[in-house]
């Protein structure tokens, strides 16, 4: 079998969780289902260049973030190359260099381990395919990027496709695994059609607790079990609220979702508190302006201070304009970046 020495081009988008993963057994299986919507400019462009060398012990690979070589990367690369090499056994017959550059500014508190992730699996995958000797249909190739890219971080297995996407075996979701996510399968009401993700930069700094550490502080959590319950029901009440369309069901369910995650890591041992002040006056800013407005914003967090400020495209312009006027302010140098629903990662 000849192998060729080429190159490969993915952009990968970034996802913001609904219902949130936090808490994992081994081998990166989540302790319980998560959903999410899969963004559109946040993203992640991957270019992979492979060279045939002689098989030894070793993964060789070299990785480059905005054309500057970033050692300190590898151990993460090297520990995701360990786990897929089962999965991919031609990838110590390649030399790799791997040139990834983000959309979203460097540093901006917004992980970049979903996009990338899943960037470097699908760059993977496209490798498979040109070495397989068999026709590789489109849906086992992502199917198995979901799986590979799951390997590196649990939330990148959610964003290979869109636009609503389910990773976690639960019984009210048919196809859900905890091996590799899905497209959420049923027929969703047109307000979530269109969803608009506006996020604000609070803080840029250095992220205080890897997830890697987040997860483990769930082991010996006190409130775990009733946490990982809690995700079913309220995944089993967000089927509902998609369906029929309630924002304001909706919105109360995804703020709770994020406070449940920032609680999690305040009550574990060690707790930490991943809010800034700036996080609380963008929250209370927000629910003083639904209180006057009746307008459908609301909002979700991740493992940090950053506020996605989560809205219907129908009532963007008035809200866009509260964004602006009162929020913007309390974001680090009035950083901010307008997002909405997007449809999965592309081939370039
Ligand atoms: O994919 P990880 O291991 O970096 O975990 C991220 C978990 C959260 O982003 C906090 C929640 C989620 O479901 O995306």
Redesign the pocket.
Known sequence: QSIENGTVTWESPS???L????G?KKD?I?ENP?I?FTLNICKTITNLTFTQKERDNDFSFEIFLDEEKKDDFKPKIETFFKRVEVYLPFLKDFHFQIETSNTFPHSSGI?S??SG?SALALCLMSLERSLSVVEVTDEYFNQKASFLARLG??????SIEGDLIV?GKTDVIEGSSNLLATKYPYQVHEKFKDYQDTILLVDKGEKQV???V??NLMHNHPYAQNRFQQAHDNLNALKLILESGDLDKFIALIESEALT?HAMMMTSMPYFILMKPNTLEIINKIWDFRKDTGLHVGFTL??GANVHVLYPKKEAKVILEFIKDELVAYCQNEQYICDQIGFGAKLI
């Open positions: 996802n913001i969780a219902v949130k993963y936090w994992k990166q989540p998560s999410s992980a381990s979903a992730m971080s649990g939330s990148a297995s959610r990773w890897s997830s890697t987040g997860h995650l991740d493992a």
